[in-house]
């Protein structure tokens, strides 16, 4: 069943910035606080990228090529997943994914960036930055 949802996703000049999000559904949702998330990206001919994580405590996770300038954020009483992206290069064009984690009854801990440890993904939505 489908357990992630993006939207956001634009063209946007290099320099500027966008807001990406993802709507939790199913056991994503009834168990929010027991996921891990995260964002990962690709670009066409390029290797799947992890680009965000956050557990269920908030700690997060990032990528070399996007810290400092991309925040991941969630709401746990909304159950949504925020990646907020400043300062846009061309090379952070591509499709965009939301992706949920089970971490058991406690919670899930540390955030991560290890895309085979998430079990649910979304379809995408395409960030296009031009320069």
């Known amino acids: 069943q489908v357990q992630v949802v993006e939207s956001g996703g634009d063209s946007v000049q290099a320099g500027g910035s966008l807001t990406l999000s993802c709507a939790a559904s199913?056991?994503?949702?009834?168990?929010?606080?027991?996921?891990?998330m995260g964002w990962f990206r690709q670009a066409p001919g390029k290797e799947r990228e992890g680009v965000a994580g956050?557990?269920?405590?908030?700690?997060?996770l990032y990528s070399d090529s996007v810290k400092g300038r991309f925040t991941i954020s969630r709401d746990n009483a909304r159950h949504m997943l925020d990646l907020r992206m400043n300062s846009l290069k061309p090379d952070d064009s591509g499709t965009y994914y939301c992706?949920?984690?089970?971490?058991?009854?406690?919670?899930?801990?540390?955030?991560?960036?290890?895309?085979?440890?998430?079990?649910?993904w979304g379809q995408g939505t395409q960030v296009t930055v031009s320069s």
């Open positions: 992706a949920s984690r089970w971490g058991g009854t406690s919670g899930c801990r540390p955030a991560t960036v290890w895309d085979r440890l998430y079990g649910y």
């Open positions: 199913g056991n994503t949702y009834t168990y929010y606080s027991n996921y891990c």
């Open positions: 956050i557990d269920s405590v908030g700690n997060t």
